[in-house]
């Protein structure tokens, strides 16, 4: 828990490029959910809220006046924000403002979530684009009151942000942004994850070329990459990357079932070790899915509470809907469903195949299927 005091800089522990504030009851409520739907956050807020679950999600506890904890944010992060009023923002700001090039950006968000506000740094530090792809991610309505909002292409640093991607290193963010603002040739290869990503009302640049695979973007020879997949990549690939952003959306659900009582390590160590096998990335994971009866198994829930998976369950019949190939009668026996990972896996990706079928190894069954974004979830 940071301690704030009069006259000290908090030690903060920074692990994103933003920092989400919430001072209110109501404001925590939000701030937790729009940590899960905008990864690119830290969430910090009052001790008084606590519920318990905190250094697992790596929420940081505060107790004292937020106005001493602005400060140490204001050093480390790219950009605030804040789930607190406009004016008391606008006071604590203040006496920290150096020039337009300095300050990171800051933007506030009403306590019921309807306004998403830029309020400082709004071209030169990101804040216009920030709000823009904040609000998108929390279903808010974005306020920019700069006379002439020129952000009209893709944020970097925040491409596929309201969708819950994530990039993957943050080296090349910004001479890639660079190439995008300067109209250099960027090829962009989408291999999975949500399509609609484009919003502005005008066509997309020529210069921001789509590919239809990494092959093809290769020979093109671009200048920079933007890179959309949840596969780890291949040596022959990486060329991209030299001046390239990779892009982890959320495209890959977990089918699990265990014998009760399965430590999470043991889970942890499956996962880990087929996402390895099939060359996946850990990032790429959107949820967990079993059958209910494990609904409140510890392994479970300790392991999607580890990486802010959220852990989704279905029924016996929710699960028989599925057509599976490889039905079990002595599952159906023990549990009612004729199988568990693999029509989890398929029903909450909405697939109709799996990327893998279901893998036994010690106490855990693994199954994966990847999300059908062209019919949604």
């Given at each position: ?289 079993s059958i209910d009866l494990k609904k409140n198994e510890a ?79």
């Amino acid at each position: 828990m940071i301690r704030l005091s009069e006259g000290e800089i908090p030690v903060i522990e920074k692990r994103k490029p933003y920092a989400l504030i919430a001072i209110t009851k109501h404001g925590v409520a939000h701030a937790r959910s729009y940590a899960e739907k905008f990864p690119y956050v830290d969430l910090y807020y009052m001790k008084k809220f606590e519920q318990g679950d905190e250094e697992a999600r790596q929420i940081q506890l505060f107790d004292g006046s937020v106005r001493l904890l602005l400060p140490a944010l204001f050093q480390q992060y790219k950009g605030i924000i804040s789930i607190i009023s406009l004016g008391a923002v606008v006071r604590m700001i203040a006496p920290l403002l150096i020039d337009k090039k300095k300050d990171p950006a800051v933007v506030v968000v009403d306590d019921k979530g309807q306004y998403v506000v830029s309020v400082l740094s709004g071209h030169i530090g990101g804040a216009n684009a920030l709000t823009h792809e904040f609000a998108k991610a929390i279903g808010a309505t974005p306020v920019v009151t700069t006379a002439s909002d020129v952000q009209k292409t893709i944020p970097v640093d925040l491409f596929g942000a309201q969708f819950g991607w994530m990039w993957d290193s943050a080296e090349k963010l910004t001479p890639v942004s660079a190439s995008v603002v300067n109209e250099e040739h960027v090829a962009i290869v989408q291999e999975t994850g949500e399509k609609n990503w484009w919003t502005y009302e005008r066509s997309m640049p020529d210069h921001l070329k789509i590919y239809s695979s990494i092959d093809e973007a290769i020979h093109a020879k671009p200048q920079a990459t933007l890179l959309i997949t949840d596969r780890l990549i291949e040596e022959n690939e990486k060329v991209l990357l030299e001046n390239g952003v990779l892009y982890r959306p959320k495209s890959i659900v977990l089918g699990i079932g265990c014998n009760r009582g399965t430590a999470m390590a043991e889970i942890e160590q499956v996962i880990e070790e087929t996402l390895a096998e099939l060359r996946l990335s850990k990032k790429s994971v959107k949820a967990v899915a079993s059958i209910d009866l494990k609904k409140n198994e510890a392994g479970l829930l300790e392991i999607t509470a580890k990486y802010n998976w959220p852990f989704v369950t279905y029924s016996p019949d929710e699960l028989n809907e599925i057509p599976m190939q490889n039905p079990s009668e002595t599952v159906f026996k023990y549990t009612g469903a004729y199988g568990v990972s693999e029509p989890a896996a398929m029903r909450y990706a909405n697939a109709k195949e799996l990327l893998l079928e279901k893998k036994k190894s010690g106490n855990v069954t693994i199954s994966i299927a990847r999300v059908n974004f062209e019919e949604g979830e």
